[in-house]
RNA sequence: GUCCCCAUCGUCUAGAGGCCUAGGACACCUCCCUUUCACGGAGGCGACCGGGGUUCGAAUCCCCGUGGGGACGCCA
């Protein structure tokens, strides 16, 4: 039994999103699963739209995720020997022949074969076969190399996800395995380092489902091992319709950007068309004993971004505190604070931590322990009373001289109330008000005793310039 | 058009012929907790696409519809 071997292989054509992650992550899964190997293949052979930038794209995204390779990255650019080693020796056994049509020719047949309802495809009049005479070839035509697919029977293969796939070769053309410049195609490529690299299992987007045959038949030509296939199933975007950039094929960066943790996207994503039972929150050690190909859904899964916020929640309550502070700092930095000593960051997290479920809210929602909060007009309005200055005045009075802890301010609390005969609420919202800018936050004492003395009574007294105490 | 794939609550899913009066999670609703908002707790709403078979028995197997998706490039 060889050791698994799995790769994520994608074309650097743009930025790592969620349903490459997704793909990435299941074949990083599987190998781990298995104690194999899981290696980086970026396939830049189309010069015309692969960029460094998206290069660099999807390494970052891989980075953040910490879906590490054991191998590579490899470049296919950097391989061109090896293919156009292949691609002759492919001519040299009669697997591949010279085509010489040209593009108009080919365009042309293909809109032919439309209108009569066909399904398009080469109509093989390159191909040398035995007693067939072929054309003289042009002069002013660089050839394609084109490969010599068997015209009879079935390829069959054992899908990991889908069961049993059946296609008749009758349906398959004779493929472009190199173009007029002498570079060969993606279809190549893949069956090329797939056989060289050792996959065992590949495990891509079902949108590949129609190129396996292909493949198979070009591995079956160069006498190489077949690998196991796993075809996933695409994500559709949270309105159900298929991921664009219009409808959340956002990179997985962007989810960094937009506050969300690792752990949450990657639980979300491995519970995305997989499961273990009733499972629904796990670590992505756990995920490695667990995952499986058996417990994949065959169809396309919709995107959840509620699901995922939920997620997003637990992580934010249950990470380290050290983990989150660091996540959270940058947030911080973004809103101009860089001094997260007093109070202690930690502490506060660990006040605020519960009710967030989003690192920029949370960033947000705490700033106005560094800074001076604004003050939310509509919050004001409904809470400052004509006669709310002398309730904070009663409690400003109680308060002034003794020690500010969270205890003995719920005491004082208690007290005034009490004293003024009000509600609760008409003390605590209109301190919440003026220390914090908004009526929304855990027990104002606890608040109020992270904030210190001096602040709250400096804040008290911008919203209340007539207090005598 | 041709070929391929898919089909359980709004969403993600459990389910491999009897354990299913179909389970869990997110969302939603109600109540509880409460110093507001959250968090948390307890309930509730809510699905096997349709039709034929096979079988003593089908969400599970088969066939046909229907619906959705994918692929048909000198893109990957």
């Known amino acids: 039994m060889s050791v698994v071997k799995t790769r994520f292989a994608p074309s650097p054509t743009g ?43 999807i390494l970052d995204g891989m980075a953040w995720l910490q879906l590490d390779h054991d191998e590579g990255p490899f470049y296919q650019m950097q391989r061109m020997d090896v293919y156009k080693r292949m691609i002759q020796r492919m001519l040299d056994e009669g697997h591949a022949y010279y085509c010489y049509c040209s593009k108009e020719e080919l365009d042309a047949l293909r809109e032919q ?32 190399v084109r490969f010599k697919n068997p015209t009879e029977g079935v390829v069959v293969w054992q899908d990991l996800v889908k069961g049993r796939i059946e296609i008749a070769n009758a349906e398959l053309d004779d493929l472009i395995i190199a173009r007029a410049d002498g570079t060969p195609t993606y279809n190549f490529c893949v069956v090329v380092d797939d056989w060289e690299m050792g996959i065992t299992q590949v495990i891509r987007g079902d949108d590949h489902v129609n190129n396996t045959p292909r493949q198979i038949n070009m591995l079956k030509a160069l006498g190489a091992t077949v690998p196991q296939y796993a075809h996933l199933s695409m994500i559709l975007g949270d309105d159900g319709q298929k991921l664009s950039k219009r409808h959340g094929a956002v990179s997985v960066m962007q989810y960094h950007e937009d506050g969300y943790l690792r752990e949450a996207v990657l639980n979300y994503l491995a519970r995305l068309g997989w499961s273990h039972g009733d499972d629904e929150v796990f670590s992505m050690a756990q995920f490695c004993q667990w995952f499986d190909l058996d417990h994949i859904t065959p169809s396309a899964a919709q995107f959840n971004t509620e699901k995922l916020n939920w997620l997003n929640a637990h992580y934010i309550k249950t990470l380290p505190l050290e983990r989150l502070a660091d996540e959270v700092k940058p947030r911080l930095l973004a809103l101009g604070i860089t001094d997260t000593q007093a109070p202690d960051l930690h502490a506060v997290l660990t006040l605020y931590r519960e009710r967030a479920n989003n690192l920029n809210q949370l960033a947000k929602e705490i700033a ?102």
């Open 15 to 57: 930025y790592l999103h969620i349903g490459g992650a997704r793909t990435a992550l299941f074949s990083w899964a599987y190998a781990k699963r298995h104690g194999g190997q899981f290696i980086l293949r970026i396939e830049d052979t189309d010069v015309a739209r692969s960029t460094p930038e998206a290069v660099q794209a």
């Open 113 to 144: 074969q439309m209108q009569q309802g066909i399904k398009p495809r080469y109509d093989g009049r390159w191909r040398p076969e035995p007693g067939k005479v072929l054309p003289p070839p042009p002069d002013n035509v660089p050839p394609v």
């Open 368 to 469: 106005f322990f560094y800074q001076t909060p604004v003050i939310n007009e509509a919050d004001a309005a409904k809470h400052i009373q004509p006669e709310t200055a002398a309730i904070i005045e009663a409690f400003v009075q109680q308060v002034q001289d003794s020690a500010w802890t969270a205890d003995i301010l719920h005491d004082a609390l208690n007290q005034v109330v009490a004293a003024q005969q009000i509600k609760f609420p008409k003390l605590a919202m209109p301190l919440r008000v003026a220390v914090i800018g908004i009526a929304q936050s855990p027990s104002i004492d606890q608040v109020m005793a992270l904030l210190g003395k001096t602040v709250c009574l400096q804040r008290l007294r911008v919203l209340f310039p007539n207090l005598t105490a």
